[in-house]
């Protein structure tokens, strides 16, 4: 095996997908997003040595918000790449970004927030986005992975039964937020006066302040996915019982969902303090609502359409030059000037990684279109691979080195799919 961090050396492409145009800057940025992922595989963590891919620049580890969709992200760009000899493909990447959480999961089922290569494991919050159940179950129809998918199934299930226990204490059927880091919005208004971690490093622990624990839309969203992902599971598995089980857990929190934390006057989602009031901060927990498929296409069309026009395809909101801002450009908790690692109004590489989940889902192809292609004219710029952007301008934030794999990641699944979509319509 390739020594931790030596993967980028001879690396080559394996052929390329169609472009958007003939422009040269294409394939230079294609190529340099690809080198930086190679480089950003490493085999020398402490903790699980395995290859992995890491979050890169100043993030040397793996976090469970977003290394498994990372992954699998990678994971499907694995034809365009020539793998040197001794070194993981990118599926193997993408199956351990998902097995060193199971790896390292307590007895009791609670699964770290991130690990790091230096040995560092955090249990102080749970920080989850994607669902790692969900990208599991699709890396494991992608590869036809039986390990996976049944490591996957038990200890997701433990995942849920451990948040349902410590993260439901007002008894509401919901998943309940103690610290801005839960999120992973750090910097982010919405946690305005809230600790970034729970006490003593213990994501069991609230912090004893009031307005706690808070009701959230996005991670209630993160559980519904997963149960929806683990229904799929149990019937690869053959366990039509517990199938029906997850389906029905699932659509409870769905309702749940939408009738506590949905505020049709404002046509947004926010938290709930434990006041039972709107934490009115407009930010992008609601499109990972969205992205978890909360909101049935039939049913709920009214607040689809209402979120998607007041919010989200708002050029005064979300929809900037640049989407998707990370907190509403015209909400008036919007951070600007921007600092680095700001989630109060910056475009994050990692929520323009996630839109594919769910903008073609509720019928948004042309704007999905439009946000690939902004993101992409941004990145060609040049070819640092940045974590955030100004969403009026395009400008990443220069504080933040380059070498971040969500944002090579965002370069190279969106030149592909833009690629494929120009041959189809030619």
């Not at 095996?1 to 169609?18: K, N, Q, T």
């Not at 294409?26 to 490493?42: P, Q």
């Not at 998943?175 to 971690?197: K, L, M, Q």
């Not at 996630?354 to 042309?366: C, D, I, L, Q, T």
Request: hydrophobic share 40%; aromatic share 10%.
């Amino acid at each position: 095996m390739l020594p931790g961090g030596a993967y980028g050396m001879g690396w080559e492409a394996a052929g390329r997908p169609a472009f958007a145009s003939g422009d040269p800057r294409w394939a230079t940025t294609w190529d340099a997003a690809l080198k930086t992922l190679a480089g950003n595989v490493h085999d020398t963590f402490k903790t699980y040595p395995h290859p992995m891919l890491v979050e890169g620049s100043v993030y040397m580890g793996v976090w469970q918000e977003c290394a498994p969709q990372e992954g699998l992200v990678y994971g499907t760009l694995e034809r365009f790449v020539k793998t040197p000899a001794g070194a993981a493909t990118p599926l193997q990447a993408a199956k351990n970004n998902h097995m060193v959480f199971f790896a390292l999961q307590k007895p009791d089922g609670q699964m770290c927030a991130y690990t790091r290569l230096d040995g560092t494991t955090s249990f102080s919050q749970i920080q989850m986005v994607v669902p790692i159940a969900a990208t599991a179950w699709e890396l494991s129809q992608m590869t036809g992975d039986d390990e996976l998918l049944t490591a996957a199934y038990k200890s997701c299930s433990a995942w849920d039964a451990w948040l349902r226990r410590y993260r439901d204490t007002r008894k509401t059927g919901l998943v309940e937020g103690f610290c801005t880091y839960d999120t992973g919005h750090d910097n982010s208004p919405r946690w305005e006066g809230i600790p970034n971690a729970c006490p003593d490093l213990d994501a069991r622990k609230c912090p004893p302040i009031a307005s706690l624990p808070r009701l959230c839309p996005d991670l209630s969203a993160t559980v519904y996915g997963a149960r929806v992902a683990l229904s799929r599971m149990a019937t690869a598995l053959g366990k039509p019982g517990e199938a029906e089980k997850w389906r029905t857990d699932a659509e409870t929190i769905r309702k749940l969902i939408i009738d506590r934390l949905y505020d049709p006057k404002d046509a947004a989602f926010y938290d709930v303090d434990a006041q039972n009031k709107f934490v009115r901060v407009r930010s992008d927990a609601m499109s990972r609502v969205f992205g978890e498929h909360v909101l049935d296409k039939a049913k709920d069309k009214a607040i689809i359409d209402a979120v998607w026009t007041r919010q989200l395809h708002n050029p005064k909101a979300f929809w900037g030059a640049y989407p998707l801002a990370s907190v509403a450009m015209d909400d008036p908790k919007f951070v600007r000037p921007i600092p680095r690692n700001s989630w109060g109004g910056a475009s994050q590489a990692l929520t323009a990684l996630r839109a594919p989940r769910w903008m073609a889902h509720y019928g948004k192809e042309a704007e999905l279109n439009h946000l690939m292609g902004q993101w992409c004219e941004a990145m060609m710029r040049h070819t640092e691979f940045r974590q955030q952007m100004d969403p009026l301008t395009g400008v990443f934030t220069q504080p933040d080195p380059g070498g971040y794999s969500p944002a090579a990641l965002v370069f190279l699944d969106f030149a592909r799919r833009l690629g494929e979509g120009t041959r189809r319509r030619g």
